[in-house]
């Protein structure tokens, strides 16, 4: 009788553990990896198994050109990022603060949202070919019209009676910028810069791929053109990773401390 | 009377005229820049063509009949695409909003998803499709899925709990209460969702093609770049632009409002992007 209790005791506490959250989670991930796995089998031959993307990879790290062309990229994706976060934050706040600030910008802003990353890529080739500004100039492109667009947001949720404030206390322009405008446009500059570092890795990798000598997109175009589609997803899974470390070592800490003083709210990234 | 309502008359107008006279400003900045650029800097025409030589060579490109039918094939592929989005994720996510095992299950599907660069896609699509339309629609469906998805896992969530409860009451039928309640609530959040993620979708059509196609804006935009011609380069991606703001401002807008003129629309900060 206990044996048979304890036995449906361990059961339940199995069910209860693969229906949680966390039991959900990992068995998607399970799924989608034999997925992947069945379909290269079977379906289709030129997609690689996870095993052979993996032994790629391992074999890129020992030729030295795993390290070498990830910091090659790191380092253009943090100067574009450096750039688009004064560039972005200042339109935006320009924009959100005076009125022909923004209704001078608010149309080039939107153009340049509209515009794919691939054609200022291929723009930038022709331009300054297998140079280090190309991947560069076109992050910045890409990505500054976004933050723009998230800072004029967060200058208008400006409280106008502490704006009001200031002015009344003669509070100079730079201090009010420092106190007031960035801190109420904190929430949505960290949304907006989450959106740009995405957009502005993409714009990078793009360039290095159409016409670069170094960077992640440059090894994965190298791959391309040998018909090696190992190589290809081994890239294109560096990327995901970049993007994945970036948002759970990066964001996520800086956003829990961004929203340390919050009570309750939920986010989905989860 | 009269010198009394002056001022009352003028301001509204003088509201619609100022912002008009920034922003064809800031137009007309962006094209000074790039005219003195071509004069003073770069030189070569060919190298940065000046914008009338652009707009000559988008007349001629309008006159060959190459703009709609490329259009209209990037266009046919991108509806595939958002076809495809939504006959699976009408299902996936009545169900991520009504349980929350869906919810987990598909949770990291939706993050990957929205958080892939572009050129990962274009390289599946090669890798998944080969040179084949349905790669560009594949792509397309699988980066407009996930604003589906949470659109009406949110749409789900939002329905009115005492509407179902009165359903309950009155023992409606299942199919009805779907059909009257919870559909209408979900439609708009759809919609919305379907409108932001446009623009994305076309873009990624559109590497998509550059990468593995034989027709499509995308298409024409690799040959220009393989003629090296600076000109058809500038020239399709100012066609890209025309027909995003267009087809995004007066198709989506509208029909947006012509199929929901019965209720408020939504505002904007209640749409759920995958981004932000």
Known sequence: ?270 | MAATQRPVRARPRARRVVPAFYSLLGLLTLLGLWSATTYWIVFDPYILPPPWLVAQRMWELLGEGLVFSNFASSLGKTFLGWLFAFAIGIPLGLAMGRYRYAKAFLNDFVYLVSNVPAIFWAVMSILLFGINPLGAAFIVMIVVLPVVLLNIAAGVESVDRELLGMSRAFKVRRMLVVRSVVLPTILPFVLAGARVSFANSWKIEALTELFGGRRGVGYQIGQAFGRYSVVDTLAWMFFFVIFVVLFERIVLVRLERWLFRWRPMLSESSVVTVQG
């Open chain 1, 1 to 270: 009788m206990a044996t048979e209790t304890s036995s449906v005791r361990s059961s339940s506490a199995i069910w209860r553990m693969l229906t949680s959250d966390r039991g959900a989670q990992w068995t998607a991930r399970l799924l989608a990896l034999g997925i992947w796995q069945v379909l290269s089998d079977r379906v289709v031959d030129r997609l690689p198994s996870p095993r052979e993307t993996i032994e790629i990879m391992v074999l890129e790290y020992q030729n030295g050109d795993l390290i070498t062309n990830i910091l090659v990229s790191y380092r253009r994706v943090g100067t574009t990022l450096a750039i688009v976060l004064v560039l972005g934050i200042l339109i935006g706040s320009a924009m959100g603060k005076w009125m022909p600030a923004r209704y001078y910008f608010k149309d080039i802003v939107f153009i340049l949202v509209s515009l794919p990353g691939f054609i200022w890529a291929l723009l930038s080739v022709m331009w300054w070919g297998f140079s280090d500004k190309g991947p560069i100039v076109v992050g910045v492109l890409v990505a500054t019209p976004i933050l723009a667009i998230n800072a004029y947001q967060g200058a208008q949720a400006v409280p106008a009676n502490l704006r009001a404030m200031s002015r009344a206390y003669r509070v100079p322009l730079r201090r009010e910028f420092r106190s007031l405008t960035l801190r109420s446009m904190s929430e949505y500059l960290f949304a907006g810069f989450r959106i740009c570092v995405l957009a502005g890795f993409g714009g990078v990798l793009l360039t290095e791929w159409f016409g670069n000598s170094e960077g992640i997109g440059f090894r994965q175009h190298y791959w391309y053109d040998g018909n090696n589609f190992n190589g290809m997803l081994g890239w294109g899974i560096v990327e995901i990773l970049t993007i994945v470390a970036i948002d759970r070592f990066l964001f996520d800490p800086l956003l829990r401390r961004l929203r340390a003083w919050r009570v309750g709210g939920e986010e989905w990234s989860g």
